[in-house]
C-alpha cells in the first residue's frame, strides 16, 4: 500500500512487535496521531501568537502551559522545546564552550553529545567506564583532576547519561553531580532514555540542565525534545537576543538566541504535548515494565548458554544480550548465518532486533502488554528448540 507515489504506508508499529531499542518510547500516542494530522501544516502553530512573539507564549494550542507544567514535572525552573536531545546539547555548548575548552564526557556517551563538542570547537575528555560499563563518581573525579592538569583549568560542562545507550545501564547521576559542582562544573543530564519512562528529578538529583528526546522517549514526532535548566543557567543558555541592525536600527524582543528564535512548529510541538498527559501518567507504572521486561529475559536466560551483557537485575527496559555461546554457536552452521534469528522472529510478526547479528544485540520491550511479553517470551524459546539448543 502506497500513501502517495512511491512512498510506502509504514505499517511496522501495527503489524508487528518491534523491539528497536530507540523507537520503543517514541512511537506516538493514538492523541498524538490526532493531533498530528490536525497540525500538520508549516507554522500552524502560530495562528495565534501574538506579542511577544515567541513559541512558548502560545495559548492556543496550549504550549505556554506545557512549558509550565513540563519544567515543574522535571524539577526544573524553564524548559524551552528542542528539536531533538543533540540540538540541546548543542545549545548548551554553544553558550558554555570556547575554542578548544574540555568538556567532560562519560565513555558510553552518544556520538551526538561529541558532535556537540565538536561543532564548537571544544574538546572531549572522556569518563573511563567501569569493566562492567559503569559510569562512577570516582572516575568522573579522576577525569576532571586529569583535565585541570592539562589545560590549567577546571572543564566547562560535564555530560552524563542517566541510562547509556549501549548497555541500558543506569549511573550514578546524583554522585558525579555533587563532584562535578565541587569544581564549579555544570552537569547535563541526558534523559534520552529516562524523561517519558521513568520518573525524573532534575531538582533531586542536582544536575543543571535536563535533555529529553521526543522522538526518542515522549512519544512525539520527530525531531522534538526538551532542554529544561535552572533559573541560574537560563540566563545564559537560554538568553534572549540583544542584537541591533546598524542602519535599520531593528531589535527582535526576546527571541531566544541559542535556538534562532522559536524551536518546534507545528507537528513536533502539538504531538509532543498532545501525549504529554499520558506520558506524566505512564512513567509512575515503570515497574510494571520491568516486569514484562522480566519476562521475557528469563525466556532467554532460560536458553544454554545465554547470558545478559548489561546490568542485571534489569532497571531498564534496554537491554544488551550476549548469544555468542548460544544463538551466534547456531549461526554458524546454519544456512541462513546469522540472519537465522532475525527471519524467525520476523516470521513471527517480530521486529527490530538488527538484521544478521547473533553474539551481541540490543532490544528494548518499553511499551509490550503482559501478553506481547509472553509471545515474545515463547517465540524465543521456540526458535531456540527448533534449532535443538537446550532450554531449560
Ligand atoms: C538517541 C540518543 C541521542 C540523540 O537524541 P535525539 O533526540 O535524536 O537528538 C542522544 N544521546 C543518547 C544517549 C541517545 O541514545
Known sequence: MKCAGQIETRAVEESSINLDPIQA????????????????????????????????????PPIADFHTEAAAWLGMDKIQLVPGARRAFQEVTGALVGKGEPVIMTGMGHYTAYLSVEVVNGVVREIKPTPDHHITADATAESIENAIREFGYAPKLVFVDAVDFMYGNMHEVEKIAKVAHQYDIPVLYNGVYTVGVLPVDGKKLGVDFVVGSGHK????????????????????????????????????????VGILGCSLMGDPAVGLIASFPRVKERVNHFD??????????????????????????????????????SFDIVAQTHKKRGFFLSSALNKRGITGIMPGVTKQWKFNTYGLTTAQAEYLADSFIEIAEENNMVVG
Not at 506516538?28 to 507554522?43: Q, R
Not at 535548566?229 to 543558555?237: F, N, S
Open 25 to 60: 518510547a517514541g512511537r506516538l500516542t493514538p492523541e498524538a496521531m490526532k493531533a498530528v494530522i490536525a497540525w500538520g501544516d508549516g507554522y500552524s502553530v502560530c495562528d495565534n501568537c501574538h506579542k511577544p512573539f515567541r513559541l512558548d507564549y502560545v495559548t492556543k
Open 217 to 256: 522517549s515522549m512519544a512525539a514526532p520527530a525531531p522534538s525534545g526538551i532542554l529544561a535548566t535552572t533559573d541560574e543557567y537560563a540566563d545564559i543558555v537560554l538568553r534572549t537576543t540583544k542584537i541591533q541592525g546598524d542602519i535599520t536600527g531593528r531589535k527582535f524582543g526576546i527571541k531566544q
Open 288 to 325: 510494571e515494565e520491568l516486569k514484562n521486561h522480566k519476562i521475557v529475559t528469563d525466556a532467554l536466560l532460560s536458553i544454554e548458554g545465554t547470558k545478559v551483557a548489561s546490568e542485571y537485575p534489569r532497571k531498564h527496559t534496554l537491554t544488551r544480550m550476549d548469544t555468542a555461546e
